[in-house]
DNA sequence: GCCGTTTTCGGCCCGACTGTTTTCAGTCG
C-alpha cells in the first residue's frame, strides 16, 4: 500500500500526465500536478493526515484530497485505473522522450496503434510516421535519436561534485573579456541535494563574443548548441553546463528566472499580474515599460515583496511570508561556532586529534568535538575501553595546550545496535562530553522496526544527537524508512538535536526532513562528520541544507556559545 | 481542479524554439 508522499505525490503526477494524454481540460491537469508538488514538498508524512489536513494545504483541494485519501485507503484511486486501462503504459512512457508530449504520443497511438517504445521504433523504422500529418522526416530523425538517449538512465549528480564544477566554470566565464557578472543559477543555486544539469548565466554587452569564448575554456569536452545569446556544452567528466548571456540591465530577473523553482516562479508571475504587472527573464515591466531588472533585490522590491534566499524558492509558503516581510532568518556558515562530529585515527578517520583540532581552529570555531566510532562497528577500527581513557587524557592535554584557541570535546560517535542498544554501559557513556547516536547497519528493516530503534536510542539518557538519522548514502543507498514524525516528537521530548549530516552523499536529514522537524520545533546540529581535516569544509552543504529546510540559527545547537551548549550537553534547561 | 487586497465565477505565467506549416500547435524550461 503506498504510503510514502513520494509515492503519492508520484500518483497525482500519474494522473495528471495521463489526464493531459487523455485531451481533458488543462487546467484540471495542472492542478493535480501542482497537488503532486505540494504531497511531494509536504515535509511531514501524508499517511498520517487527515482529509481535511490534506485539504487545508495550499494547492490542495476538496477533489484531490478526496482522491488521496482514497489512495491511501484503498492502495489506488479508480480514475487512475480507468485511465491505466485506457491507454497502455508504453504511451506515457513515450511521452518521455525529448520533443514528444501527449498530444503527439496519443495521435501516434491512435492512428498508428503504436503502445510501447518498442513499437515506435519498428513505426520509425518502417516510415510509417512520416506520411502522419504533424510528422515528418525531421520528426522521424530526432525521435530515433531521442530513443537512443532514453535507455541511458538518467544521471543526477551530487551537489558537492557539481558546485566544484560550477565554480571552475564561473571562474573560466569571468576571466572573458566583457563579462560584468556571472553565477549560476537552477537546482544549484536552490542547492539541492543532487543536479540535473548546470546553468550558468552572464551579463555583457557582447554576447556572441562571450558565447564563443566560453566553448574554449579549458574544462569544456565538446558544444553541444550554440546560438547568439546561449550555448549548451559538456564537460570533460560529462555534466552538462547551459549559459546564457543577457544585458546587464536584465541580469537580476534573469537570475531570478533561472534559479526557480518552476513552481515559485509561477508563483511570483501570478502575484505579478495581479498587482497589474509582467515579469519575465527580461525583467518587471509595468505596461511595457522595464521598473526592475538589474538585480534579483530590485525585482522582488518592486513587486512588494522581500527577497527569498535562494534554498527556499521551492513554493513551500516562502512566496506569502515574502509578500508579509516576514520570511524566517536562515542559519548561515558564519552563525557556526563548533562541529559536533569528526573522526581520528582512534577510528577510521586519517588524522590524530592534535591535527583535526588545529585545523577546526583555523576555521575560527570556539569548540569542536571529536566522535570516533563506537566498539559495536565492528568494520572500523573503533573504541576499546583503553582507547576511550587514553582519548580522554589526549584531549584533556589538548585542551591545556590549546586553552583560549579552541575547546576540544572529548565525544563519541556511538552505534544504534538491532534493538537499539549502543556501544557501552551508561557510566561509560556518561563519561563523554558529547554522544553522537547513528544507525550504521541493517537500515532496510521494516519502518516499526527501524523507528523503534532510534526511538529506543534518543531515549537513552546519555545521548545529545542523533547522527545521519536515516543513514543514507547517496546515490545508491536510499537510508531507513523511519516515521520522522515520532522521530521528531521523541527528539523533542527527550532534548536531543537532529543532526544535519553535511557530508554531500549523505545531507542527512534531507531538506523535506529537516523542513518537519523545523516545524516541529525541533533542534539541530549541523556537522561535517570530517574524516580529515578538509572535510571540515564541507559544512556549508550542511548548512544549504539547513536552509532548505528553513531552519534557523538559534535552532542549531552549535550555534551556540559553548557555555549554552554545555548547558544543553548537561542535559539542563537552556534558556535563549 | 483550485482559488480570491479585482473574483464563490472566471480566470489560471512567460517566452523561445522546432517542425510543420503558410499562420501555428506542440513542446520545453
Redesign the pocket.
Known sequence: MPRTNFEVAAALHELADLLQINGG?R??T???R??GDAVRGLGRDVSTMTGAEL?A?????????GKVMELLQSGTIALLEELRAKYPAGVLEM?R?????????L?LHDALGVGTLEELEVALKAGRLRDL??????????LLRALATHSREERRILLGDALVVAEEMLEGLRTIPGVERASYA?SLRRMRDTIGDL?LLAAAFNPREVVEAFGGLPNIGRVL?A????CSVLTRNGLQV?LRVVAPEEFGSALQY?TGS?AH??KV??H?????L?????GL?RAGERIAGSTEEEVYGALGMQTPPAPMREDRGEVELALRGALPSLVSVGDLRGDLQSHSVYSDGRRTIREMALAAAAKGYEYFAITDHGRNLSIVRNLSLEDIERQRAEVKALNEELAGRIVVLHGLEANIGMEGELDYADEVLAGFDVVVASLHHQLRGEREVMTRRVLRAIENPHVHVLGHPTGRMMPRRPGSDLDMEAVCRAALAHGVALEINANPRRLDLKDDHAFLARQMGCLFAISTDAHSPRELDLMRFGVATAQRGWVEAKDVVNTWPLEKLRRFLAKSPVSS
Not at 494545504?57 to 484530497?65: D, E, L, P, Q, W
Not at 509582467?278 to 527580461?282: A, D, I
Open positions: 481540460d487546467f484540471r495542472l492542478a493535480y501542482r497537488a485539504n494545504v495550499h494547492g490542495i483541494g476538496k477533489a484531490t484530497a511521452t522522450l525529448s520533443g514528444l508530449g501527449p498530444k503527439k504520443a495521435a500529418k504533424g510528422f515528418g522526416a525531421k520528426s522521424e530523425e530526432n537552477g546553468d548548441g546560438g547568439p545569446t546561449k547551459d533561472f518552476k516562479n509561477v508571475r501570478e505579478a499580474v495581479r498587482s497589474g509582467k515579469l519575465s527573464e527580461y515591466f
